[in-house]
């Protein structure tokens, strides 16, 4: 009865915790978080979260994470829409994009696997050493604007179904085939996912390079709504994501906690947080900030605990000898 | 197996082990030597003037005591990377306290809040099994905020300043700043390398079930580890104030940046450690890094976004060396 | 209680959870007594001594220590009681030096003020040595990389610096290399000399019987057995261990060698620098090759060689049929190989995973479709047969597998690799922490593949299973195969041991 209990307690944990956050906005801003504007706005913010939250997600559910994807997204953008206008073939902002942030994910997963770099020093690393860098090239080259050519990609009758499309290949790629499930058994434990053959480091490259392809993805949808290039591009956006996922109740640790809609209602949260301070007069930065980590450090923990309770409550008829331990946070993360 | 015949090197105390220690020591001195002949030659000659000099000197001390404290967190295994934002809230009080109040209240104020936040942290990692890395981050985005929010009202919202007067800044100048260096080095030596908690710190970041089952109270170590590091980073605080007599606040996680130049001398250190102990080789490695930065700006590389991007080069390179020959699992 | 009994157990209960481990135990220990504690995987024994060494807290009965009422709260309470214990994992400090680990945890009796006299320290670590004739491991070096003997020999010495009155010694004698267990028996007769008493846990009946004076046998948690060794024999011991007698239908009735003439499997001249050296065999198709050693003989990292986990820096691991190397474990599970590892808990099984994606994540390959489409009704059907073919007691194929009991997590684990077409079978203690019953099952499992011409790579602990099981038997050693012996050969303990050793 009370095993049942507690899975359902982790299921539910994003849907009320996203109910709750709404709730709270809702009534704060006086019905003006939900006028039909509003909405439009949330839907639009939350997109770019969503589609590199779909890529960051292996990442995650594999015990590591990816806190570069923000400068990824700035780098991939300016560069993608730099070749574009540069030759004139304005479409080419979608490939060049995806390819620029293919390989900042290549990047970072060769070093996570091959060279055993702990991924968020790597991506921390890369955060605020390629920051600088992107920073520097946009002064160089400049505000770039959307063409009027690709104008028509912001309609939402164009955008909406893109981004559907591209949401509903990575949930099936996540949910649905081998990649999903073994980066999630590398999260929950490495060693046996060695031993029961998945491919490790083949995984944690992949993994990377889909967080980078979807910063990519994120740098086009970023581009295509404000209209050009801008230097507040991604930034935070890294910080953003992750709460995301960890909002919607995915563990630190990932494993098989990490689930495509966790990161959705986790991404609905954290921007009706960042949207609902600002409608009801907290803009700034650093009030959304504090909040924002408050509220990650509150749900770390909840999460961490509910595990911890399941666990416990199934530790059972075992004939298990002192030297038998399960493991305990053998391959946690300090 | 055939058994590793431990060579006499390893004895302690021995002939062989310290000619081995020694004769690394010479290699590394004339490898210095060399390396700075030629940056020397690269400035036409502005880089080994003592005015020069003494600027190196000047910047790698409170950067030596950050490092220090990450000394501490490697041993116990633990990340934190909310130190920025603690160093900009206790350089705050620093400034504040010391303009009003003197130079004594000021570094009252300065590693009281250190001490206070870090050991506040460090009650979250000991009583929370969330992992310190991220626990950390959260930490670091709210003290950034709670710093901004502070001095809010008075400039920019971006860009925040704590002015610190001049007349107070004497620790930020040569040579007290050395003196402060010399007195940090005795203490930080004894502590880690010779008291029973120096010990214990290590021994849980070894094998936390071993120490444990032997007696080792993990979490009151873990909070000593709060305390000792917290106290050295109000101490970075103080200097950090001192010498630049402002503090930049920004959100966005700008408060990481404070921490990647200690991180870097502290990963160089940690790579030296099989041969040089760690405490010895933090300041040395200090000022080597700073050599290097120095002489790019010398030779007009322009400071802020192309040192950082170097900067962070050089952590990951440091990171991918010093991870050489792990087979443990990483994350 | 006589004058001459240092430490008595009275109906001493243990659980862990809703597991009984120690079932009303009873048990004395004299002065200057050597007693060997023996029992099959778990039973309970390594339980036990924890509770005596403080290391866990007994939940009913009582413990009296020379007459008086006995508690330890931790292993420290218990040093100062002057009972300190050698335990099964290893138990040192890596990045500290040699010196630091003897004394962890009682470094202030070198401290003033905190700050610690290494000389001094070093110089009581010294003595210890010398006192006990240990062999001397350089005390200011760190122990990262130190060989399992030097960290044993260490751990001893920590033991050994608390002049101890009763030591606990739990399968240390496997760690240590021939010289040095001789070291060791004659260590554990001075202590018996000087009144102390020592309690040996060891997998090695003959070594109980020639250096103990009494032994407990338990079983299942329970003490079914306490003799004084000058009464019994190897036979009583393994009787009482097991429960009955180790007949035909347990392992396999016949002693022929039984196997087809294709080879499927050859390792030629394979290498593991520190593990294994010029390791060359042939696997036939319906074959059961046994591999048996004592600790570091390697047979271990055959397995994982075999498997592809390994790097191999000579020689190689060749399908025949194909003629490709085995380099890697993705490798060998798409050419039908599975493995089944020592450390069920911590390398074959996801534990706090549920059994559903234990059982599909070996077989996601053969059960992707188009677009490499996982169809959640196929990878169900897979779960819910292993399950109801294993028998496997549970609530359902969304528990947790912590939740199960050894036994059951073993059926988990064999199942999910047989429900596969396989070509090779790479089983290293199968039987490990599983009681009886499952464990004929499984040696039904083994006997149900070999007739169907899968060839099973059999690693043991226990020699009796590789005897009872196998075609072939490698006895390896220090790394290398010394000597194959075939079923219809002289195939009994005796002929094994006196190879081994």
């Known amino acids: ?334 | 197996m055939q058994q590793k015949s431990l060579s006499t090197k390893d004895t302690p105390g021995s002939k062989s082990e310290l000619k081995a220690k020694l004769t690394f020591a010479g290699i590394f001195i004339v490898g210095v030597a060399v390396v700075f002949f030629i940056f020397n030659l690269l400035t036409h000659g502005n880089f080994l003037e003592w005015q020069n000099i003494k600027i190196i000197l000047a910047n790698m001390v409170y950067p030596s005591f950050m490092a220090w404290g990450m000394c501490f967190l490697f041993a116990c295994g633990y990340n934190d990377m909310s130190w920025g934002g603690v160093v900009v809230l206790a350089s705050f009080a620093t400034g504040v306290f010391a303009n009003m109040y003197g130079l004594v209240a000021g570094l009252i104020a300065g590693v009281l809040v250190g001490t206070v936040l870090v050991f506040i942290n460090f009650c979250i990692f000991a009583y929370t099994k969330i992992p310190s890395w991220i626990a950390s981050l959260s930490l670091a985005m709210i003290y950034e905020a709670i710093a901004v929010f502070l001095y809010r009202g008075k400039s920019t919202k971006a860009l925040v300043e704590a002015p610190m007067a001049k007349e107070l800044r004497i620790f930020g100048l040569l040579p007290w700043s050395l003196v402060v260096l010399a007195v940090g080095f005795v203490i930080i030596y004894f502590v880690y390398n010779r008291t029973i908690i120096g010990y214990n710190i290590r021994a849980i970041g070894g094998n936390a079930n071993v120490s444990r089952a032997l007696g080792v109270n993990v979490r009151k170590t873990l909070l000593w580890v709060g305390l000792i590091c917290g106290l050295i980073i109000g101490i970075t605080s103080f200097l950090q104030e001192s010498y630049a007599g402002i503090t930049t606040v920004k959100t966005g996680l700008a408060s990481i940046l404070l921490i990647f130049q200690p991180l870097a001398i502290a990963l160089l250190a940690d790579i030296l450690q099989k041969k040089i102990n760690i405490i010895i080789a933090v300041p040395v490695c200090a000022f080597l890094l700073y050599a290097v930065f120095n002489m790019m700006t010398l030779m007009h590389i322009p400071s802020g976004t192309l040192q950082e991007a170097l900067l962070c080069l050089f952590i990951i390179v440091f990171a991918v060396v010093g991870q050489r020959g792990v087979k443990e699992v990483v994350k | 209680m006589s004058a001459e009994t240092v430490l008595e157990i009275r109906g001493l209960h243990k659980y862990f959870g809703p597991t009984h481990a120690n079932k009303n135990i009873n048990f004395t220990l004299k002065k200057g007594e050597i007693k060997g504690l023996i029992g099959e995987n778990g039973s309970g024994k390594s339980t036990l001594l924890s509770q005596i060494a403080g290391i866990y807290k007994y939940d009913e009965g009582e413990m009296l220590l020379n007459g008086k009422p006995y508690a330890p709260a931790n292993p420290l309470d218990a040093n100062r009681a002057k009972i300190a214990m050698v335990t099964q994992e290893l138990g040192v400090v890596d990045k500290l030096p040699v010196g630091i680990n003897v004394f962890l945890g009682r470094l202030d009796q070198f401290a003033k003020n905190g700050v610690v006299n290494l000389k001094k320290l070093n110089q009581a670590a010294a003595q210890v040595f010398e006192k006990w004739n240990l062999p001397p491991v350089p005390l200011g070096a760190l122990m990262t990389g130190m060989m399992i003997e030097q960290r044993k020999i260490v751990e001893l010495a920590r033991a050994l610096s608390v002049e101890p009155d009763i030591l606990l010694l739990d399968e240390i004698t496997q760690s240590l290399s021939l010289n040095n267990r001789n070291n060791l028996y004659a260590l554990i007769k001075r202590l018996k000399e000087m009144g102390k008493s020592v309690i040996v846990i060891t997998h090695d009946i003959d070594e109980m019987l020639a250096i103990s004076d009494s032994i407990t046998v338990l079983r299942d948690g329970e003490v079914v057995g306490d003799v004084k060794t000058s009464e019994t024999t190897a036979e009583q011991i393994r009787y009482m261990m097991v429960g009955r007698n180790i007949s035909g239908d347990y392992y396999r009735a016949d002693n022929k060698v039984d196997y087809q003439d294709e080879v499927v499997l050859k390792a030629e001249n394979v290498t593991i620098p520190g593990e294994i050296e010029d390791v060359s065999f042939e696997l036939h198709k319906g074959e059961i090759l046994g591999f048996c050693g004592l600790s570091d003989s390697g047979i271990h990292s055959v397995g994982k060689a075999v498997f592809g986990l390994s790097k191999i820096t000579s020689g190689s691991i060749r399908l025949v049929a194909t003629g490709e190397e085995i380099k890697s474990a993705p490798d060998a599970v798409r050419r039908q190989m599975a493995y089944v590892p020592k450390d069920r808990d911590n390398e074959a099984l996801m534990i706090h995973a549920s059994i559903h994606h234990n059982c599909t994540l070996p077989s996601l390959d053969e059960l992707k479709g188009s677009v490499g489409y996982l169809s959640p009704s196929k990878l169900k059907k897979l779960s819910d047969d292993v399950v109801a073919n294993m028998s496997v007691k549970c609530t359902g194929i969304g528990q947790t597998m912590d939740a199960l009991s050894g036994g059951n997590k073993q059926k988990v684990n064999l199942g999910r690799w047989l429900a596969k077409d396989l070509k090779v079978l790479v089983l290293d203690c199968p039987t490990r922490g599983v009681d009886v019953g499952v464990k004929s099952y499984i040696y039904g499992l083994m006997k149900k593949a070999k007739a169907d011409g899968i060839a099973t790579i059999l690693i043991s602990d226990e020699l009796t299973e590789v005897l009872g099981m196998a075609d072939r038997l490698v006895v390896m050693k220090d790394g290398r195969i010394i000597k194959t012996i075939r079923r219809d050969e002289e195939f009994t303990e005796h002929s094994v041991i006196e190879v081994m050793i």
């Open chain 1, 1 to 334: 009865m009370t095993r049942k209990h507690n899975i359902k307690l982790q299921t539910i944990i994003p849907f009320v915790a996203f109910a709750v956050i709404f709730l709270f906005f809702t009534i704060a801003s006086k019905g003006r978080m939900v006028t039909a504007r509003n909405i439009g706005i949330l839907i639009d913010q939350s997109m770019v979260i969503m589609l590199i939250g779909s890529g960051m997600l292996f990442v995650v559910a594999q015990g590591s994470i990816d806190l570069s994807v923000g400068v990824n997204l700035a780098l991939s953008g300016v560069i993608g829409m730099w070749v574009a206008l540069a030759t004139g073939v304005h479409i080419l902002l979608i490939p060049v994009s995806l390819i620029v942030g293919a390989i900042v994910g290549l990047f970072n997963g060769t070093l996570v696997s091959k060279l055993k770099v702990p991924s968020f020093v790597l991506t921390i690393a890369l955060l605020i050493g390629v920051r600088g860098i992107v920073l520097m090239l946009q002064t160089k080259i400049g505000t770039q604007y959307l063409p009027a050519s690709l104008r028509i990609l912001n309609e939402p009758y164009v955008k909406i179904p893109m981004f559907l499309v591209i949401l509903a290949i990575m949930t099936y790629i996540f949910e649905f085939t081998k990649a999903g499930r073994y980066s999630q058994a590398i999260g929950e434990n490495e060693t046996v996912a060695k031993f029961t053959g998945v491919p490790i480091n083949k995984m944690k490259i992949l993994a990377f390079v889909l967080s980078g392809i979807m910063a990519g993805a994120g740098a086009i949808f970023s581009i295509i709504t404000v209209g050009g290039t801008s230097q507040t591009m991604g930034s935070f956006t890294e910080m953003k994501t992750a709460m995301a996922i960890f909002l919607g109740g995915v563990l630190v640790t990932g494993g098989y906690s990490a689930k495509i809609y966790k990161m959705l209602l986790g991404s609905f949260s954290i921007t009706t947080i960042v949207n609902g301070l600002a409608i009801i007069g907290y803009p700034e930065t650093e009030v959304s900030e504090s909040v924002e980590g408050v509220l990650l450090l509150l749900i770390l923990l909840v999460t961490m605990l509910s595990a911890e309770r399941s666990r416990k409550r199934e530790k059972a008829p075992s004939d298990k000898e002192p030297d038998e331990k399960a493991v305990e946070e053998a391959t946690s993360i300090k």
